[in-house]
């Protein structure tokens, strides 16, 4: 395993109740299902992607399990307003290995910020910068200094930052 999901997940505290997306949730929407059971019945979790097969295969699991919980969304987070949920409803949203896959890296931050509450939390988890053995080219890779630094123009502020494993590094970053 990369890195262990509930350390991760413990460091947001979720509650029963939220409203939370997970942004690009990909293939087995690892972090979806179990923030879904975070949330419980009341909350709501939205697993968003470019992907439709990946969200079918979200929806079908969600069904097995009953999970009703789990909202499938498709998007294209490069695009402003793109994403349809509405803008300032989010408690939490994930952005877990996401950004060094876009060059619109900006694009993909507002998009987020823009669906969050006021004092909302932002979970970004990327690749160091470091040599690992796998993973991608070091040239795609996003600095943590560069989202520091970008994160007050977008209207973030940072509460946190950790070691999300070996090869990772996570930010917590509030809607200021």
């Known amino acids: 395993m990369l890195f262990d999901i509930n350390f991760i997940l413990n460091k947001i505290a979720i509650t029963e109740g939220q409203r939370v997306a997970e942004l690009g949730c990909g293939n087995f929407g690892y972090f979806v299902f179990p923030v879904a059971r975070m949330v ?6 939205f697993a ?13 699991r969600a069904l ?15 695009i402003f307003k793109g994403t349809k949920i509405e ?9 877990i290995n996401i950004l060094h896959q876009s060059n619109k890296r900006v694009e993909i931050l507002r998009e987020a910020v823009r669906m969050l ?12 910068n ?15 200094e560069s989202l520091k630094e970008a994160a007050p123009k977008l209207g973030l502020n940072l509460k946190t930052e950790f070691e999300a494993g070996p090869y990772h590094y996570g930010l917590i970053f509030y809607k200021v």
């Open 64 to 78: 097995q399990e009953n999970l009703q919980q789990i909202e499938t969304v498709w998007s294209n987070l490069e």
């Open 48 to 60: 968003v992607d470019i992907l439709k097969n990946t969200l079918e295969d979200i929806k079908k």
């Open 130 to 144: 470091s040599d690992s053995p796998f993973g991608p080219r070091s040239e795609q890779r996003v600095s943590k």
């Open 87 to 95: 803008s300032a409803s989010l408690d939490q949203a994930l952005l």
């Open 40 to 45: 419980g019945a009341r909350g709501r979790v």
């Open 117 to 128: 509450k006021n004092g909302s939390q932002l979970l970004v988890v990327e690749w160091k």
